[in-house]
Each structure stands twice: as C-alpha cells, then as structure tokens.
C-alpha cells in the first residue's frame, strides 16, 4: 500500500466518498486505473497557487453574495491551514484524489465541512489547472530571468576582467581573424539577452486570468473575473471560454524559451569543453567543476559542461512531447492536457540546474593569456586586414583577396607569418604596399584596427561594458 493511501485507510475514508465526481459511476475504479490517472505526484508543486487561486475565487463568490461572508473566512482558514499543512510536511497527498485540486479541496471538505462544498462554485478544474499554471509560470519565469541575469553578469564580469587578451576567432572551427576574448564572452550574454526577452515576452501570455472559463462554457452564475483577476494580479482576462480552457500555447512557448536558452548553453558548454582541452589550452575550467577518471589517474574532465550540453536534448525533448500531446486535440479540454505539467516542471527544472551552473562556471574561468598568445601568429589571422589594407590603396577588394592568398601561400612555404616577409616581398605582389604595412598585420594590430560598432576590437569592448553595465542594473 502506497504511503498515500495508507493515509487514507487511516483516516477511515472510503474511495467512493473521497472523489467528487464519484455518484456519477456505478463503481470505484480499478486500483490500476487510479494509478493510472493521478497526477498529484506532479501537479502538487502547483499547491501554492491551488490555494491563492482558491482563496481569490473564494472572496469574489463572496463578494457576489454567492457564498457567506462567513463562509469564506471558513474557507479562507482552511486552505491557510493547509497549505501550513503542506509546507511543514504534515499533509497526506493521497494519489486517489486524483490531483492538487480535488487533494485540497477534499481536505478542506473535511476540515470545514458544508462551507468547504461551495468552493468549488462556477468552476472546473480545467479552468483551475491553467489558473494554477499560469500562476505558477508567472512566478517561475520571474525566477528564470534573474538565473539568466546572474549568468550575463558573470560573463560580463570575465569580459571586464580578462576581455583585453587578443584570441583567434574562429569559422568552421579553422582560425579566421583575431577577436578580444571579451568580444568573445560578451556574444553569449547577447544570446541570454534575447533569452531573457523572449522569457519577458511569453510571460504577457501567461499573464491572463482564465478563471471563469469553467469547464469551457463559462458559467450562468454572476461571477465577477474581473475582480479575481484583480486579486492575482493578472493583467487581463480570457476573452473565450472554450480557449480559455484549451490553450496550452502559453506552456509551449515556455518550453520552447526553455530549449532555446538551453541550446545556448549548449553552445557555450561545447566551446568551452574544447577551449579547455590540451589541444587549444586557451581557458582553464575550475576543478570544482571537473570530476576525475575512475580508471585513467591523470583526468580532468568538464564534465558539468557536459551534463549542460547534453540536458539540451532533454529541454528539446519537453517541447516535442508537448507540441505532439497537443496536435490533434479536439476541443475543449481533454485528459491528454495533464502531460503538460510533466514538461513545463521538468524543462523549468533543468533550465535552472543549467543556468546556475553555468553562471557558476564562468565565474571561475581562467583564460591562459601567455599560451593564447603563444600561438597567436599560426592560422594568418591578419590576412583579411592585409586585403583591407590593399582596399584602403585603391585595390578592388577581389584582387586584394587574391594578391593576399598568394601572399598567405608564400608565407606559409618559407614557414613564416605575413609580418615575417619583407617589405620587398610584399611589395612584390603588390606595388601600392608600403611600409606603414607592418601596423596591419599582427593579430594584435588587427584589433587595434577594428573600426566599426559591434566588431572585435577594444573601443567596441568598452561600448559593451558600459552598455551591460547598464542592462544588468535594470530589474
Ligand atoms: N489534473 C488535471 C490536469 O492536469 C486537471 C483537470 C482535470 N479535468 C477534467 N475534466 N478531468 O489537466
């Protein structure tokens, strides 16, 4: 026997009395049919907002003259006691009550008794369940945005501090043009940036009271939505009851938020995986972050960023199942809907773990600037500033391309760089060069030269400093 049901036989409840729709069926379920639908297992992280959107619902029918004033402080008293109840780890969470919002209410019923049993007044459970979530979604998506924030700051606080060190910048995974590694970090939190809007954005979505919805017809009492939106603070209504309680468009695109910041993180877990390995040498993860090889002594590996990398699948995986539960739903509402929650816990869970410990290991990244350095004159990252170069002495840019190439395969025969050859060289492939040449080339001149907003280079970086600066202070 479950620990949930122990509880009910304890309390000497039958199962025909503990489900509120039971006098409608001429028998109790199949025990594996009860296993079967439940859902409070996963619905029950959503009590809080069960018992806030109850209470509301509660004072409006009050306020309506729909219940007793008397009656709502009962139910008021109740589901606070509750609610006490759950969070000091006091209460049964029977399976057979189906989910959180027959749990509670069959709990209040059997603290309250007749007051308790008009509650449940001008309203469904499918009109409470996408209350709750959106409730609960509201506040998780407020949540989410600070974790997004925390990692910004920290890729912003890494591009302060060790942004000016002069790195290859890459296409293809083969060296193209020296960029500043604060350059580098600061194209994530541009990422996160849109992350972060695209969370705010859904979140006027989620910001919609569909209570009063009912099953999906609305209701013939005088209920006033207007004022339960009031009391939680949504910013509107919904306008149609049969949408109202079909819509899960809101719990989609949370996951498709979800998985898009994941698929960031992903990116960045890769770079830095390889950035870290003995081959490139250019980033040092903290060993708070690595774990050792059970076999091979020596190992260091990255694995948290791993984990980041592969929980992607899992958030692309959120979205798929409930983007294919929901395809071909007649409407209104139907019992599929309850996989949602499954999907919407499960991606807010995960996106979270990522982005804490993600912001986590930025913070403590190390770039090696000496071995960065080391190799910056391989890979000819200067040679699209020589063709620049060409460009600003009347070269057509195809030509200058072309004279560069040569040069690059010259250069690359005498195993030197393009600042390695001389003058004479260079001016061989092309007569216009003069010696002002040299200031073009080397990767560190190449940032220098950096002209434009929004490239590599160190005037750009302190624009972007200055601009995150000022983003991160704003809530
Ligand atoms: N547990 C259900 C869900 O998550 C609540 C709504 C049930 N509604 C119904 N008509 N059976 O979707």
């Known amino acids: 026997m479950t620990v949930a049901a122990e509880g009910l036989r304890r309390r000497g409840t039958k199962m025909n009395e503990q489900k509120s729709w039971q006098s409608r069926l001429t028998q109790d379920q199949d025990e594996r049919a009860v296993a079967f639908v439940e859902s409070l297992s996963v619905d029950r992280r959503l009590y809080k907002y069960d018992i806030v959107g109850s209470i509301a619902h ?11 004033r008397e009656e709502f402080r009962q139910i008021k008293q109740g589901l606070t006691e509750i609610s006490e109840q759950i969070e000091a780890g006091r209460f049964v969470f029977d399976t057979r009550c189906e989910d959180i919002h027959m749990a509670i209410e069959a709990a ?41 924030m925390v990692l910004q700051e920290a890729l912003v606080q890494q ?5 000016r060190i002069v790195m290859p910048g890459y296409t293809h995974l083969q060296r193209a043009q020296p960029v500043l590694a604060g350059h580098y970090l600061l194209a994530f939190a541009e990422m996160l940036q849109r992350d972060r809007q695209r969370f705010a954005d859904a979140c006027r979505r989620v910001d919609v009271c569909p209570l009063g919805s009912g099953a999906l017809a609305g ?8 004022r339960v ?30 998985a898009l910041t994941g698929m960031h993180l992903s990116r960045l877990a890769e770079d830095w995986i390889l950035l870290a390995s003995q081959e490139f040498g250019f980033v040092a993860i903290d060993d708070a972050y690595c774990t050792g090889s059970s076999m091979m002594p020596q190992k260091r590996n990255p694995d948290m960023l791993e984990l980041i990398r592969g929980k992607c699948g899992q958030l692309y995986g959120n979205l798929m199942a409930l983007l294919t539960m929901l395809k071909g ?11 949602d929650k499954k999907q919407v816990f499960d991606a807010a869970d995960t996106i979270e773990a990522c982005l804490e410990m993600a912001a986590a290991i930025v913070q403590h990244t190390v770039f090696d600037a000496e071995r960065i350095a080391a190799g910056l004159d391989a890979g000819f990252l200067d040679a699209t500033a020589l063709a620049e170069y060409l460009v600003g002495k ?38 216009k060069v003069e010696g002002g040449v040299y200031d073009a080339l080397t990767a560190a001149n190449v940032v220098r030269g950096y002209a434009i907003p929004g490239a590599a ?16 202070q704003q809530p």
């Open 58 to 68: 509660a004072q409006m029918l009050s306020e309506e003259g729909l219940i007793r």
């Open 159 to 163: 591009a302060a501090k060790q942004g």
């Open 229 to 258: 939106a009031e009391i939680l603070g949504f910013a509107s209504l919904t306008r149609n009851s049969i949408d109202g309680v079909s819509d899960r468009d809101f719990c989609a695109e949370f996951l498709f938020a979800c």
């Open 394 to 431: 009347a070269i057509p840019f195809r030509q200058a391309h072309q004279i560069v190439g040569r040069l690059v395969r010259q250069a690359e025969a005498a195993g030197t760089t393009l600042a390695g050859l001389p003058l004479a060289e260079l001016q061989k492939a092309c007569d």
């Open 329 to 339: 739903l007649p409407l209104a509402y139907n019992r599929d809907m309850q996989e």
């Open 108 to 148: 209040l019923i059997e603290k309250i008794g007749p007051a308790g049993q008009k509650l449940h007044t001008g309203r469904s459970r499918n009109d409470q369940v996408s209350l709750d979530l959106r409730l609960w979604m509201r506040d998780c998506i407020a949540t989410l945005i600070e974790r997004i």
């Open 219 to 226: 209701s013939s009492l005088p209920l006033n939505r207007q």
């Open 457 to 472: 280079g160190e005037k750009q970086l302190e624009e972007q400093l200055a601009f995150w600066k000022d983003q991160l």
